[in-house]
């Protein structure tokens, strides 16, 4: 995995679109094309599509038990991988992590899959993640801030070697307007979410990236860490907001119950009081 240390790249802006319940990840679209950089490249351009490339980063942290010491209680890793652990390279041309202006060459720079870096250290602290494209994807960049935890909640229990402390975080990167050569390259590709194209749509023949991993074979799959991966999957986001709703339909109940008994018990009607009077 190279390492290079190089000055981070002009900061840019990205839009973080609504979502309307929490079964929609954010979907971040990196600083939409200049008016003229869309009349250069026109006739390259595909007006009305959107391409969604499903991204994870996160960090795992293990403790160093016996082996810790003041400076260095933890080893960890920060990634940027892909939602179903397949090679990001399609895409990414580089990432840029940002780590405590403490540590030697803070400014990392991965230049091939997979994109991440370990470290040991004893602090938490938040880490600066910006991801840059191949040429023909986009010319901007996505910056994403993520905190490296390294000490368990409370619920969880003591900190153990064997167990690490795992954050992650799952996005959509959304390329509007993609170019006719990304479209090509990405059109059969597991990593990345390609629209319908109608028939007898004819694209150029793809053509791979200068640095790009031509073989596919740079997923995370056969990754050491895969076992303590987040699984994303739609089928268990959509049981955990079914869990979720039964939850709060039952709290909601439980609420109901207890209003119910500081109103006090119901007091009988008028007609009632007449009925009574009737029977006596």
């Not at 975080?169 to 990345?192: C, D, K």
């Not at 793809?206 to 073989?215: A, W």
């Amino acid at each position: 995995m190279p390492l290079t240390t190089t000055p981070l790249p002009s900061k840019t802006s990205f839009q973080l679109e609504d979502v309307e319940s929490a079964a929609k990840p954010q979907r971040i679209k990196p600083t939409d094309y200049t008016d003229n950089n869309i009349n250069q490249d026109e006739n390259k351009r595909l007006k009305d599509v959107e391409i969604s490339v499903p991204v994870v980063y996160g960090t795992m942290a293990f403790y160093l038990g016996k082996k810790a010491n003041e400076l260095q209680s933890h080893k960890w890793t920060v990634y940027v991988r892909g939602a179903t652990n397949e090679d990001l390279g399609v895409v990414i041309k580089q990432v840029v992590f940002q780590l405590h202006p403490s540590f030697d060459n803070p400014i990392r720079v991965v230049e091939s899959p997979p994109f991440e870096l370990s470290e040991c250290g004893w602090g938490e602290f938040e880490i600066c993640i910006s991801i840059l494209f191949h040429d023909d994807v986009c010319d901007k960049h996505v910056d994403l801030f993520h905190l490296l935890k390294l000490y368990p909640d409370a619920e969880s229990g003591p900190q153990s070697t064997k167990k690490p402390v795992v954050v992650e975080t799952y996005n959509e990167i959304v390329f509007p307007g993609p170019s006719e050569t990304f479209l090509a390259r990405v059109l059969n590709h597991p990593a990345v979410y390609v629209p319908r194209l109608p028939a007898g749509f004819n694209l150029p023949a793809p053509v791979p990236s200068p640095n790009m991993n031509v073989k596919g074979k740079d997923d995370t799959k056969n990754h050491p860490l895969i076992h303590w991966f987040i699984n994303f999957s739609e089928a268990d986001e959509l049981l955990k907001l079914a869990s979720a709703r039964q939850q709060v339909q039952a709290h909601i109940l439980k609420l109901r119950r207890q209003l119910s008994m500081l109103d006090g018990p119901p007091q009988p009607s008028k007609l009632a009081y007449g009925m009574i009077s009737e029977c006596t």
